[in-house]
């Protein structure tokens, strides 16, 4: 298994809180791209930023981050 992907659930937090992704990259520091990058998986985060994006949703960084594709919301 040499897939180093790392799923997240950035765009769905954003979305339940009405947060743009220029908002939340000044938030983090980062620029807005960036976010973009992460959301579609295209860029794995820092341990430290990992834990800043955790951390401004006040969630566990598990809640976000994840080395398996997060089950589908209402799947249930």
Known sequence: MSSEAIYN?????RAERGISRRD????????YQTVG???????SPSL???????DYFEVPVEVVFSLKPFPRLGSG
Not at 24 to 31: F, I, M
Not at 37 to 43: A, D, H, M, N
Request: net charge positive; charged share 20%; no cysteine.
């Open 9 to 13: 659930r950035i765009a769905v937090l």
């Open 24 to 31: 939340l990259a000044q938030a983090l520091g980062v620029h």
């Open 37 to 43: 990058y992460l959301e579609r998986g295209e860029y």
């Open 48 to 54: 430290y930023l990992a834990l800043r994006i955790a």
